[in-house]
């Protein structure tokens, strides 16, 4: 016969158990926010075949992505690196010789312009947009999540729109 103290500690174990387990939901910091790695490194001769070649392996960020309210300022970052990796496929299709300073002009194009966006909202702007000059390009190259452009392993980039807006210049090179 099973003793009704044995079964209830049958019950609690397992209980206590599927609670800690990891199911392989989103991963979330403490605070139960989005995780979109930002800031981009800027592209360079190291990291360019990285930048062009494993593009589809690099996390876009969709709308479906991010919760309905509180989270803008994750949003703006995301749309910033939907924006850029747009636009890295460009300069990627472009004259090979051309491409890095290419990626060099959309890397700057889409963070001017997630600056913009930061410093037309209520909350406070982004540390590095205050800066300006080379010293905000320095500021977002620094302290880098993905320096080398690494894939994510088992991930492949849904469709998204290319983005309007980059104009690349031949003669800023």
Same mark, same amino acid.
């Given at each position: 016969?099973?003793?009704?103290?044995?079964?209830?500690?049958?019950?609690?174990?397992?209980?206590?158990?599927?609670?800690?387990?990891?199911?392989?939901?989103?991963?979330?910091?403490?605070?139960?926010?989005?995780?979109?790695?930002?800031?981009?490194?800027?592209?360079?001769?190291?990291?360019?075949?990285?930048?062009?070649?494993?593009?589809?392996?690099?996390?876009?960020?969709?709308?479906?992505?991010?919760?309905?309210?509180?989270?803008?300022?994750?949003?703006?970052?995301?749309?910033?690196?939907?924006?850029?990796?747009?636009?890295?496929?460009?300069?990627?299709?472009?004259?090979?010789?051309?491409?890095?300073?290419?990626?060099?002009?959309?890397?700057?194009?889409?963070?001017?312009?997630?600056?913009?966006?930061?410093?037309?909202?209520?909350?406070?702007?982004?540390?590095?947009?205050?800066?300006?000059?080379?010293?905000?390009?320095?500021?977002? *190259?620094?302290?880098?999540? *993905?320096?080398?452009?690494? !894939?994510? !392993?088992?991930?492949?980039?849904?469709?998204?729109?290319?983005?309007?807006?980059?104009?690349?210049?031949?003669?800023?090179?």
């Amino acid at each position: 016969m099973i003793s009704i103290v044995g079964l209830s500690g049958f019950w609690i174990l397992a209980l206590l158990t599927l609670h800690g387990a990891d199911f392989g939901e989103t991963k979330r910091n403490s605070l139960n926010e989005p995780d979109v790695p930002f800031p981009p490194a800027c592209p360079t001769a190291e990291n360019l075949a990285a930048v062009c070649l494993q593009g589809q392996g690099r996390p876009r960020y969709l709308s479906s992505f991010f919760p309905n309210s509180r989270v803008s300022h994750f949003r703006r970052r995301g749309n910033a690196i939907n924006r850029m990796e747009s636009w890295f496929s460009l300069c990627c299709r472009g004259q090979e010789d051309q491409n890095l300073c290419c990626t060099q002009q959309a890397w700057k194009q889409a963070l001017s312009q997630f600056c913009t966006e930061e410093s037309s909202t209520m909350t406070k702007a982004y540390v590095c947009c205050a800066d300006t000059g080379e010293a905000r390009w320095t500021c977002f *190259n620094s302290e880098l999540p *993905n320096p080398n452009y690494d !894939p994510t !392993p088992g991930y492949t980039a849904p469709p998204v729109p290319e983005e309007a807006g980059f104009t690349f210049d031949p003669n800023d090179c």
